[in-house]
């Protein structure tokens, strides 16, 4: 066999071996071709002789007859050395033939006998390497029998995580009311206020102060009554001098929650001008509402609760989270959608009304929901929706917002890794007034009335492969609370007011109500309670901004 890449030892010897023999056989058929030639010539001689014979009978001179004899004889003599030279040439080629074909069978051995030795390491190395590999084959099977091991643990800890986290949520309050005290600021001072006071004012007079991380203290200076000291215990309070991360910190673990199945609410309520845009979107410069991601520290809620989302999702396996996001206002208790576009393809609100579902459940049909990648798109959407928000100046507020601001994250999960929806599910069940019924789906097609009928619902095919799970994040900036003898407002703007104020009350007897463990939650006293109903009760997060005052 002739190796690949070049030509064998063996392969040449082989030839060389052939050439040879060819060469040998050649020399034979020379000589017995001469042998045959040397015979016909003996036969010439005795037919001479014959003839010489009768010719002596015919009385033919003695002297023509010998030197005819003498000139075969040399002529037979001459041949017959000629023969035996080309005998004595091919004997010593077959000789030397036989030599190197000898010679060349010692090679060929050798060299056989190296590539036998060659084959035979090359074998037991393959041997070794085939139970090298044997061995790793059997610590890969152990290893993958550790993954899948260490892979159960890691769910069933999992789901324990999940547990215990939103335990401790639970722990700390499904409804939980945070107060966030806002600094004094240039426009709260009063022309000439300065010189009607014979002294500077101090720390210690102000109004509205933090004891401590729980407890503000409310200085009740009326004229004509007593100074009257009271303390009001919230679950968290900020400082005048506390930052927004500082405020988004205490939020950030309810988007933990998020993920695990759990509907979000969270809610900036306040008097006008107390704060609240700017808690929940950041500073907001007159006709601009662009977020500059650039300066993260004076971001608000929204905007950090977004890129925190997608962080989280970005953790999560590649395909199993889409985000939708939703952007309406609540304007003299009517709905609009603010993200949908006209013929032109500018962004305009549109009126929408809200349903009940056969779940019980918040609907709100023909509502636009954009499909969104990341924050910055999820924030470009919420700019378009600011840029319709209904505002109005008053005597208290120069750029006051008159309409309830909803931004709805919603957040469809499906479980490709087989974690497992159980015992969230489990949870969310046992709570009075948000019992989830599952829902079916096949080949992805939901078979509730709407996209946003019912969030936080489980969604199970009936081959059990695939399941999905629909969260929703309710980012609210309320339009703020106000007096109408201090915001001097008449006509359409006291109407609005009106309803602010009314959708406020209804909102607070909604929560008295989950509070309570009423049979009956009012939510349908006002189309921002209706729209809030999904996510209201299960974890709902208020920052009650309070404007300082000086006496």
Known sequence: MRPRGGISPSFVSEQRIRQLEQKLRAKEERIVVLETENALLHLKLA??????????????????????RHHLHQSARSTVIQIYGAIQSL????????????????????????????VLAAVQRIQLHNEVMQTFRIKAL????????????????????????????????NIRVHCRIRPLLPFDIVPGELEFEDRPRSSSEKVVCAADDETILVKCNRPGHALINKTLQFERVYSAAETQETVFADVSPLLTSLLDGYNVCIMAYGQTGSGKTYT??????????????????????????????????????PGSHWVEVSVVEVY???????????????????????????????????????????????????????????KHPTLVHAHSSRSHLVVTLTITTRNVLGDDFGDCSSQKQNKEHFFNYPHYVKDDKRTYPSRSSSPAEFLTESTEKHKQM?????????????CVGMSGVTGAVLRETSFINRSLSALADVLGAIS??????????????????????????????????FV
């Open 142 to 173: 152990k290893l993958e029998q550790s993954l899948l091991d260490v892979t159960e643990r890691y769910q069933k800890e999992k789901q324990k995580r999940k547990i215990l986290h939103n335990s401790l949520i639970e722990l700390r309050g």
């Open 91 to 118: 004997k010593q080629d077959i000789k030397n033939l036989r030599f190197s074909a000898l010679t060349f069978l010692e090679d060929f051995q050798h060299q056989s006998k190296n590539s036998f030795y060659q």
């Open 332 to 390: 003299n208790n009517t709905v609009f959608d603010l993200l949908v576009k006209d013929n032109c393809g500018t962004t305009t609100g549109v009126k929408r009304d809200i349903v009940t579902n056969k779940e019980g459940k918040s609907d709100v049909p023909l509502l636009v929901y954009e499909s969104v990648k990341d924050a910055v798109e999820f924030l470009e959407l919420v700019h378009k929706g600011l840029q319709l928000r209904v």
């Open 47 to 68: 037919e001479c002789q014959s003839m010489i014979g009768k010719s002596s009978t015919k009385e033919l001179p003695k002297i023509y007859v010998n030197c005819k």
């Open 516 to 549: 309570e463990h009423c049979p009956h939650v009012p939510y349908r006293n006002s189309k921002l309670t209706h729209l809030l109903q999904d996510s209201i009760g299960d974890y709902s997060l208020f920052l009650y901004n309070n404007i300082i005052l």
């Open 280 to 317: 929940m979107l950041g500073p907001q410069p007159e006709d601009n509402f662009a977020f500059h991601l650039e300066d993260e520290t004076a971001l608000g809620i929204i905007p950090r609760a977004a890129e925190e989302v997608f962080r989280l999702i970005s953790e999560k396996p």
């Open 470 to 482: 629909r969260t929703k994040l309710q980012l609210v900036d309320l339009a703020g609370s106000e």
